[in-house]
């Protein structure tokens, strides 16, 4: 279980919650277990007693009896209110924790993993791992103080038939610790199946247009159907080895109450032992009952847990290579250098870029062509330090830009990516995104910069207007110029624009570029494109051609 060590700094944080909740299940236990000899001393005294009418030491017992109930509910609740509550707690913050963490990784993490798996973390690990947190240590320290002082009162009643009812626990243990290694192995085995399945589902739906397109449904089910099917098999046989722990416990659960009978029965004959105290045995093993039979849930859900956690821990372990040492806030002019910038891509080992020097002045405008491959979008995710260079430097106002701010860099940054990218949510937040309280007016007025303003009025809601999950009820071009605006809305000092113009037609590109005409000059605009009818307007030109013959 060395996955779960990581938790012991939650349970340290949240420790004087979870040391009440340690108290009220000392509380709980010691309640329902002391009620349990006037069980016996009511037949003792019914047993004794030759006249009719009520026997007023049996009404004491019995009231004794109902308190205590009453009081060991009491305590149960607080238990409960205590150890599940702190639970809730450790779990709010981890996915806060992996949440913020997502945030951190550069963009070169995220495509060694998928948004399936991601969300698998977040949703499905965590749930496992909550229930270790709640029900898993409440049930376990609640056996542990029952057992103990069980066997107290047990040992104080008869040793000899002590010994022999809590013979079997110890052989039931190592029975536990041997299947429990079973299911650790199995439950991670389902587990990556359960991503494998997230993962398809993300996947089908994000590219549902495509599947429609090429009449691929039936083939995309069959899939599915496979994909569930596995993920059947494994959980089945994972609760068929689950279900080994429940038989055992109730056999030998069974097993003890033959015991106390056999024992129970001979030392009421030879009078070493009444029918009181063999009562209070029997009441004894079956209070244990419920707690033992718990063990393999609890057994299950803690190895659960464990495999959960250790994927959770292997995401947390990662380290972005994207890292911010400076937090100062200073402005951005926009002089752009690049420096024998070279860049390979890890996961596929293709030299993006090879070399690469160029100086843009602030205030002033370049665009970058060439063919598809020769590195243009890469120049962008350098300048957005999405990704570090592999070699060389790019300065920025005459500082590296690893040695900026990055959160301020990117407040002074605007940037429309090639492939436009809208949430789930209305026209009027996608263009805000990007700025920090933005008035109604403000958006409109970069709307109408983007050439957009004209298509948003003709919606019925307007900008009101729920745009669907990634942008889907809205066409290419309409997405392309709303994400447009929502790059102008933050006034940047530097402008990217990535082949971001090429879903427009010439006349919208023209009137877009020319809106915006005045903003381009208060800032440095790189503008990647095919078209020569954008780069008329740079500057400077910057022609990139494909590297050849790299094997990465």
Not at 207 to 218: L, M, P, S, T
Request: with cysteine.
């Amino acid at each position: 279980m060395n996955a779960l060590k990581t938790l012991n700094p939650y349970f340290w944080k949240h420790r004087t919650l979870l040391l009440w909740g340690f108290l009220f299940i000392i509380a709980s236990n010691f309640f329902n277990i002391f009620k349990v000899q006037f069980v016996g001393r009511s037949v003792d005294e019914i047993s004794q007693t030759t006249t009719l009418g009520f026997n007023r030491q049996v009404l004491i017992y019995v009231g004794i009896i109902v308190g205590s109930s009453l009081l060991t509910g009491f305590f149960t609740f607080m238990m409960r209110q205590t150890i599940i509550v702190a639970s809730r707690r450790i779990e709010y913050e981890l996915k806060n924790k992996i949440y913020s963490h997502y945030q951190e990784l550069s963009l070169t993490d995220f495509k060694k993993t998928t948004i399936g798996d991601l969300m698998n973390r977040l949703s499905e690990d965590i749930v496992a791992v909550r229930m270790y947190l709640g029900p898993g240590v409440m049930y376990v320290v609640n056996l542990v103080v029952l057992l103990i002082i069980t066997a107290v009162y047990m040992l104080n009643t008869n040793v000899q038939m002590t010994l022999w009812s809590l013979l079997p626990l110890p052989i039931l243990s190592f029975v536990i610790y041997k299947v429990s290694s079973i299911i650790n192995r199995k439950s991670k085995i389902m587990q990556k199946s359960q991503s494998a399945i997230s993962t398809f589902v993300q996947d089908s739906f994000s590219g549902i247009r495509v599947v429609k397109f090429f009449a691929k449904e039936k083939y995309i089910e069959r899939n599915y159907g496979t994909k569930v099917k596995d993920y059947q098999d494994k959980s089945l046989d994972l609760a068929k080895t689950e279900a080994y722990f429940f038989t055992i416990i109730l056999f030998v659960v069974g097993l003890l109450n033959v015991v106390i009978l056999l024992v129970g029965g001979q030392k009421y004959m030879n009078n070493e032992l009444s029918v009181g105290k063999i009562a209070d045995f029997f009441l004894y093993i079956n209070i244990l009952i419920f707690p033992f039979s718990m063990v393999g849930w609890v057994t299950s859900v803690n190895q659960r847990a464990e495999a959960s956690m250790a994927r959770i821990n292997e995401f947390l372990d990662m380290k972005t290579d994207i890292i911010n040492t400076n937090h100062d806030v200073y402005p951005i002019r926009g002089d752009i250098e690049f420096r024998n910038v070279s860049y390979v891509y890890p996961n596929t080992g293709i030299k993006a870029l090879d070399n690469l020097s160029f100086k843009i002045g602030a205030g002033k405008s370049l665009a970058i062509m060439g063919k598809t491959g020769s590195g243009k979008s890469t120049v962008a995710l350098l300048l957005c330090r999405l990704i570090d260079p592999t070699d060389g430097e790019i300065l920025v106002d005459g500082k590296n830009l690893k040695e900026h701010n990055l959160e301020n860099y990117r407040k002074h940054l605007g940037y429309i990516p090639q492939e436009s990218f809208l949430f789930s949510d209305t026209i009027e937040h996608n263009i805000a995104f990007a700025a920090d309280n933005a008035s109604h007016e403000q958006v409109v007025d970069v709307a109408k910069k983007a050439d957009v303003h004209k298509n948003i009025i003709d919606f019925k809601n307007q900008y009101k207007t729920m745009v669907g999950e990634r942008g889907v009820m809205l066409s290419g071009g309409q997405k392309q110029r709303i994400c447009i605006a929502r790059a102008l809305i933050k006034d940047p000092n530097i402008l990217i624009f990535d082949d971001s113009l090429s879903a427009l037609d010439t006349e919208t590109e023209e009137n877009i570029l020319r809106n915006i005409e005045n903003d381009i000059q208060n800032c440095t605009s790189i503008i990647i494109t095919h078209r020569e009818s954008s780069a008329k307007r740079a500057d400077k030109i910057l022609n990139l051609t494909p590297i050849e013959n790299f094997s990465g």
